[in-house]
């Protein structure tokens, strides 16, 4: 029986999100350490395939990091000859240059946001592999060369935005009849505008504002609570997030 990889059935699931991985340059336990030891975080495990891609984050307004990221999914052939129950979680590992380290993030959750907060780097992960039925939203922050899983209550609510796993051609045509780039509504992060409130960002904010996590909140954030988010933490946005042509269609 073939296999298709958990993350191509989700992607097209969320809805009016980001569809795809960022291809532009770029167990529910809390308190967990992210492993770094490089001898471990290179070992792919047996049924999974890797691809490995180099990504410019901007982390900060105008600062921007190169970040190794490798996807490990499951191999078409290979998965086939592993029972079910023994077959790996798909995952995502991420190397990224910081000071005098390389910090390694290493997980089976995909990341959407890479920033940097008091030179401290900080993630926000979306896991749906740890339970299918329910996705949810997962915090870490730098640890000398590793990351360290937080409580949502500790992650920097300034840098609560989504800048990774988008793709500026990502669109939805709106009632108005206009075009709505997920790229732009990332760049924005207009509380006053209705479809911000269907993106990764306007979600984080509702789970970090009131404990409801991703699977537990309706179709779309809830408006009022972004917008009171929004006054209450000024959440700081990023202007660039991923270089595209002049002109691209996704810019204003």
């Not at 792919?44 to 990221?69: D, N, Y």
């Amino acid at each position: 029986m073939f296999r298709i990889p958990l993350r191509l059935i989700f992607a097209g699931m969320i809805l009016c999100t980001t569809k795809t991985p960022n291809a532009f340059a770029q167990h529910i336990a809390p308190e967990t350490d992210v492993d770094s030891d490089d001898s471990e975080a290179d070992v792919v495990p047996r049924g999974l395939t890797s691809s490995t891609e180099k990504l410019q984050v901007e982390i900060a307004a105008k600062r921007w990091v190169t970040v190794l990221k490798t996807d490990l999914s499951y191999d078409e052939e290979l998965s086939l000859t592993i029972p079910q129950n023994e077959l790996p979680a798909e995952r995502t590992r991420l190397k990224i240059p910081w000071r005098d380290n390389q910090v390694v993030w290493d997980t089976v959750s995909i990341p959407i946001s890479l920033r940097v907060s008091d030179d401290v780097l900080h993630i926000i992960a979306f896991d749906r592999e740890t339970d299918f039925s329910k996705p949810r939203f997962r915090y870490y922050r730098q640890d000398g060369a590793k990351f360290k899983e937080i409580k949502p209550d500790e992650f920097p609510k300034q840098i609560a935005t989504q800048n990774m796993w988008l793709k500026p051609t990502a669109v939805v045509r709106g009632s108005d009849d206009k075009l709505h780039y997920d790229l732009q509504l990332a760049r924005d992060i207009n509380p006053d505008d209705v479809y911000f409130y269907n993106t990764l960002t306007a979600r984080v904010w509702v789970h970090l504002a009131t404990g409801k996590d991703y699977y537990q909140q309706d179709h779309a954030a809830d408006g009022e609570t972004v917008k009171s988010y929004k006054r209450m933490y000024s959440p700081v946005s990023i202007p660039t997030i991923i270089k595209t042509p002049p002109g691209w269609p996704s810019d204003k």
